[in-house]
C-alpha cells in the first residue's frame, strides 16, 4: 500500500533546481472575478477621503516610505526628522521606537540593544541573577552529581551551560521554547531517587519537549532555586506573548549580534556574508556585494546604524506578502475596513462582516494613527497573516468544539504502547518521565506492563528483556488529572494484583471508575463528557474471563499469546493464568475479550468489551472484513498495538487503523517520524484533549462504509507552494552548509486518496525560497484526510535530510493565503521558520 512505503520513497529523476534569490515576486493567485466580469480590485480610497488633519497622507503615498515596525522590537515606530537625506541618498526613513531613539533623533545601533524577549525584564531580578550565571548540581545518578555553571544568554531565548570536555556551541545551550514544564522540588523521577541528599526547596526540574531527558538540578540555596523557576516562567510567558512578527525580528538581531566578530558594530562585507550563511542563505558574492554597497551610503566599506536597518530591511522584505496587499488597498497603500473585508471574501473566510474586518485591524495595527482611522498598513497586513488566524490551521478547532457527549466508541483516542519505555523495546530503560512525557504530548490511553517484584510490590517493564523496571504505584501517581484509560498487561500472581488493585483505589481516589455511572443503561459506554477527571481500567473480568476450555485467560495482549513463545518458569505461567477478583472489579467499561473473527455472523455488540489486535491482525480484519470491521468498531472499542517483532520501537502508519474506526490505535510514543507526526496532527484539534469525534460513516452501527471501497471522488485540494520563510540550518556548526529546500504535501487517507507530490529544490537558500508550484490532489474520504506538508534538504546521492513539518486534518484546513508554522522532528516549534501558501478546496 502506498501510505505504507513513503519512508522507503523513491525520488524523481533530475529535479530542475530553483536557483537562490534574496526575495522576487511569484505568481499569485487570482482573486475571484467580479460580477460584472472584470477582476475584483477595491475602489475605496479611505485616507484621501476622510481628509483628517493628524493624518498625513503623503507619510503613506508611494513616493514616501511606507510605516513599518522599530526593527528591534516590532512596536509602533517615530519618523525620525531629517532622516531622508543621507549623502546624497533619497533613503527610506529610519523607523524606531522611543526605546531605541538615541540622542538628537539618531538611530541606536540594533546589535547593541538588548534582546527583544528581555523588554521589560532587564530590570528583572530573578532574570539579571540568570543572566550573571548560577553554579548549580546537575543529578544524574546517586554517584554523578556535578556542579556546572549554568547562565542565560543575552538573547533571552537560550541558556548557556558548561561541560566538563567542551563541544560544538550548539552542545552547550538549551532553548527556553523548547521547555514544557519547570518543576519544584522533588518532581520528578530523577530527583526523587538521586536527590535526597539535596533539600526539596533546593531543587528543581527542566522538562523539555520532544525526546531530550530532563535537567535535574539543584541550588546552592532555595532562593537561588526560586531564582530560576520564577525566571524561566516569566521568560516562558514572555515568549509565548510574542508573535511570529516580533519572533523573526528577536532571531534576525540575535544572528546579526553573532556576525559582528569584533563587536565593533559596524558591519564588513565579511560580516555581512558570515552572517547570510549563518540565516542559511548561499547568496551569489557580487549580488551581495552589490545589496551590499547599495547600502553603504558612507562609502567606508562598512554598514553602521541606519545603513544596518536598511539592508536589513532588504534582506526581509516579503515581495509576495507585498502584492497581494497591493491588489486590495489600491493607490493609498493601506487597506480601509471594506477593503479588507474584501480580501476576507476572497480567502473564503466563514463570518467575514466588516465588523470583524475592523476588528482585526484594531487586533494586528501596530500604528494608532491608522488604527484609529480603521486602516491596516502593510505590517499591520503582515502581523494578521502571521497570526495565528492567518494560519492554515481553523484557530475555531483549537478549543474543544466537538460533542463530547457520545459513547467513548465515536472518539479516536490518543493511545501509547509500552508507555514506561523512553528507547528500545529490549534494553532501553522504564520510567515514569515517560507517562508524563506521554500525558503532554495529549495520550489518554497508557499501557502497563506489571510484573512480580521484589517486597510484594508489582513492577512495570517489558517482560523478559533487559528494560529496567520501576514501580507500579510509581506510575500511577504520575497519571494526568485528564480522563485515562489503563491499559493492564497483567502477569502478575493473585497476591501481588490484590496489591494493584489497592494502589488504584488509594491512589486515584474518586478518581478511579469503580461501577457504573449510569445504572439505568450499564452496558452502555459513557461519554468523555462524564469521564472529566476519571480514570478507566481495562483489563479482564473474571465472568467473562473463560476460555473454551473453562480456564481462566491471562490479561497479556492477544497476539502474544497467539503468536508468541511462552517464556518463563512453570510457576510464572500458572500465575498469569490467575485473575485477582480485586483487580477484577475495577474493569468497569474495559473488559479485555478476543475478537477471533467478524465472519459469517457477527456477534451482538458488547460495548463494555475491548479487543486488542496486533498490527497484523487489524490489517489483516482490514482486508478481509472491511464494512463489518468498521460496524463492531462503530460499538465497540478496538485496541491496536505494534508488532512484537519491532525491536527498535518503530511505529506502524496509525491511518489504516483510523480508516476503520479502531479507537485505541496505540504508538510507541518515544520514536518520533511520520507515524508520530501523524498522531500529533490527528489530535492537534479539539483542544487537544486527546479524544477527536470521529466521521459519522464510522459511528452509524449500520454503515455501508468501506476504507478499501470508499467511492468516486469527492473534493479536489490544491495548493500552491509559494515560499518559504527562515528554515533552520541543518548543521549549526559548518557555516558553508546550506539547505536546497523542497516541499512536498503528503495525503494521509484511506489507500485510494493517498498521495504525495512535491516542488523543485531551490539551490543554496533555506531563507527565503521560493517556488510558485501548485499541487493537487482528488479525495475520496476527505473527512479521514490528515495533510502534511514537509520540508527537506535535498540531497542527489543520499536521502534528503528533514527540515521541518506540520501535519493537520483536512478538516481543519483554512483556504486562502496561509502560513505553515513548521515543527522539528520531535514537534518541537522551528519558530520563525514558516512555508507560504495558497489553499483552495472545492467540493463537488
Given at each position: ?414 493511545s501509547s504502547h509500552n508507555t514506561y519505555l523512553t528507547d528500545s523495546q529490549i534494553g532501553g530503560p ?160 474495559c473488559c479485555a475479550t478476543r475478537l477471533r473473527t467478524l465472519r459469517p455472523a457477527p456477534t451482538p ?204 486534518p483536512f478538516n481543519s484546513l483554512k483556504q486562502g493565503f496561509r502560513h505553515i508554522h513548521l515543527l ?21
Amino acid at each position: 500500500m502506498l501510505c505504507g512505503r513513503w519512508r522507503s520513497r523513491g525520488r524523481p529523476p533530475e529535479e530542475p533546481p530553483v536557483l537562490a534569490q534574496v526575495a522576487a515576486p511569484v505568481a499569485l493567485p487570482s482573486p475571484p472575478a467580479s460580477q460584472d466580469g472584470g477582476p475584483k480590485r477595491p475602489g475605496l480610497r479611505a485616507l484621501k477621503k476622510m481628509g483628517h488633519p493628524e493624518f498625513d497622507l503623503a507619510t503613506l503615498s508611494p513616493q514616501s516610505p511606507r510605516l513599518s515596525l522599530c526593527l528591534q522590537c516590532s512596536t509602533p515606530p517615530l519618523i525620525l526628522p531629517g532622516s531622508r537625506a543621507l549623502s546624497g541618498q533619497n533613503l527610506l526613513p529610519s523607523l524606531v521606537c522611543t526605546h531605541h531613539q538615541g540622542p538628537q533623533g539618531k538611530w541606536t545601533l540594533p546589535m547593541a540593544c538588548p534582546g527583544r524577549l528581555l523588554q521589560g525584564l532587564t530590570e528583572d531580578e530573578d532574570v539579571q541573577a540568570m543572566l550573571r550565571g548560577s553554579r548549580l548540581c546537575k543529578i544524574r545518578s546517586r554517584t554523578w552529581q556535578k556542579e556546572r555553571l549554568y547562565r542565560l544568554q543575552e538573547d533571552g531565548l537560550s541558556v548557556w551551560f558548561q561541560r566538563r570536555i567542551p563541544r560544538a556551541p550548539s552542545q552547550h545551550i538549551f532553548f527556553v521554547q523548547h521547555i514544557e514544564a519547570v518543576r519544584e522540588g522533588h518532581q520528578s523521577e530523577g530527583l526523587r531517587r538521586f536527590g535526597g541528599a539535596f533539600e526539596p526547596a533546593r531543587c528543581l526540574t527542566i522538562a523539555f519537549k520532544g525526546s531530550r531527558k530532563n535537567l535535574d538540578l539543584a541550588a546552592p540555596t532555595a532562593e537561588e532555586a526560586q531564582r530560576w523557576v520564577r525566571g524561566l516562567a516569566k521568560l516562558r510567558m514572555r515568549l509565548d506573548a510574542m508573535s511570529q512578527r516580533e519572533r523573526l525580528d528577536h532571531w534576525i538581531h540575535s544572528y546579526l549580534h553573532r556576525a559582528d566578530s569584533n563587536q565593533d558594530s559596524k558591519m564588513s562585507f565579511k560580516e555581512i556574508k558570515s552572517l547570510l550563511r549563518m540565516v542559511n542563505v548561499d547568496m551569489n558574492d557580487m549580488y551581495a556585494y552589490r545589496l551590499f554597497k547599495e547600502c553603504d551610503h558612507s562609502n567606508n566599506e562598512r554598514l553602521e546604524g541606519t545603513e544596518i536597518e536598511e539592508f536589513l530591511r532588504r534582506l526581509l522584505k516579503r515581495p509576495e506578502l507585498e502584492d497581494i496587499f497591493h491588489r486590495y488597498s489600491g493607490e493609498d497603500h493601506v487597506l480601509s475596513a471594506p477593503e479588507l473585508l474584501e480580501f476576507l471574501e476572497d480567502q473564503g473566510e466563514d463570518g467575514a462582516t466588516l465588523a470583524r474586518a475592523q476588528q482585526l485591524i484594531h487586533t494586528y495595527e501596530l500604528n494608532e494613527t491608522a488604527k484609529q482611522h480603521e486602516l491596516m498598513t502593510l505590517d499591520g497586513f503582515m502581523m494578521y497573516l502571521l497570526s495565528p488566524e492567518g494560519a492554515a490551521l481553523d484557530p475555531a478547532h483549537k478549543c474543544v468544539f466537538q460533542d463530547m457527549d457520545q459513547p467513548l466508541a465515536h472518539y479516536f483516542i490518543s493511545s501509547s504502547h509500552n508507555t514506561y519505555l523512553t528507547d528500545s523495546q529490549i534494553g532501553g530503560p522504564s520510567s515514569t518521565e515517560a507517562y508524563v512525557r506521554a500525558f503532554a504530548q495529549g495520550c489518554r490511553c497508557v499501557e502497563l506492563d506489571c510484573w512480580e517484584g521484589p517486597g510484594g510490590e508489582p513492577v512495570i517493564y517489558h517482560g523478559h528483556t533487559l528494560t529496567s523496571k520501576i514501580f507500579f504505584r510509581d506510575v500511577i501517581q504520575a497519571l494526568s488529572p485528564y480522563p485515562v484509560i489503563l491499559s493492564l498487561e497483567n502477569h502478575c500472581g493473585l497476591e501481588q494484583q490484590a496489591a494493584m488493585a489497592r494502589h488504584l483505589r488509594t491512589i486515584l481516589g474518586d478518581m478511579l471508575v469503580t461501577q457504573v455511572l449510569d445504572s439505568h443503561n450499564p452496558e452502555e459506554l459513557p461519554s468523555p463528557e462524564q469521564l472529566k477527571g476519571r480514570v478507566l481500567v481495562k483489563g479482564k473480568k473474571l465472568p467473562a474471563a473463560r476460555d473454551e476450555d473453562g480456564g481462566i485467560l491471562s490479561d497479556r495482549e492477544e497476539e502474544e499469546e497467539e503468536e508468541e513463545e511462552e517464556v518463563g518458569a512453570a510457576e510464572q505461567k500458572r500465575r498469569a493464568k490467575q485473575i485477582s477478583p480485586e483487580l477484577s472489579a475495577l474493569a468497569v467499561y474495559c473488559c479485555a475479550t478476543r475478537l477471533r473473527t467478524l465472519r459469517p455472523a457477527p456477534t451482538p455488540p458488547q460495548p463494555c468489551q475491548v479487543s486488542s489486535l496486533s498490527e497484523r491482525k487489524a490489517k489483516k480484519l482490514i482486508r478481509e472484513a472491511g464494512n463489518s470491521f468498521v460496524r463492531h468498531n462503530a460499538q465497540q472499542l478496538t485496541r491496536v498495538y505494534p508488532l512484537g517483532l519491532r525491536m527498535n520501537s518503530a511505529n506502524y502508519s496509525p491511518q489504516e487503523m483510523w480508516n476503520s474506526g479502531c479507537q485505541l490505535v496505540a504508538l510507541n510514543f518515544q520514536t518520533p517520524g511520520y507515524e508520530m507526526d501523524l498522531n500529533a496532527g490527528r489530535f492537534l484539534i479539539n483542544g487537544q484533549c486527546g479524544y477527536v469525534l470521529k466521521p459519522a460513516c464510522l459511528r452509524q452501527p449500520d454503515t455501508t462504509f468501506d476504507p478499501e471501497s470508499p467511492g468516486p471522488p469527492r473534493t479536489t485540494l490544491t495548493i500552491q507552494v509559494l515560499t518559504a520563510q527562515q528554515l533552520p540550518k541543518l548543521n549549526a556548526e559548518k557555516p558553508n552548509s546550506i539547505v536546497d529546500p523542497l516541499v512536498r504535501i503528503e495525503i494521509h487517507g484511506v489507500p485510494a486518496d493517498c498521495a504525495r507530490k512535491e516542488t523543485n529544490y531551490v539551490l543554496n537558500n533555506g531563507f527565503n525560497p521560493r517556488w510558485g508550484q501548485t499541487l493537487q490532489f482528488q479525495l475520496r474520504a476527505p473527512e479521514l484526510v490528515l495533510v502534511r506538508f514537509v520540508v527537506e534538504d535535498y540531497d542527489s546521492t543520499s536521502p534528503n535530510d528533514f527540515v521541518g513539518q506540520f501535519t493537520l486534518p483536512f478538516n481543519s484546513l483554512k483556504q486562502g493565503f496561509r502560513h505553515i508554522h513548521l515543527l522539528s522532528k520531535d514537534g518541537a516549534s522551528l519558530s520563525p521558520a514558516t512555508l507560504f501558501v495558497h489553499i483552495c478546496i472545492q467540493r463537488f
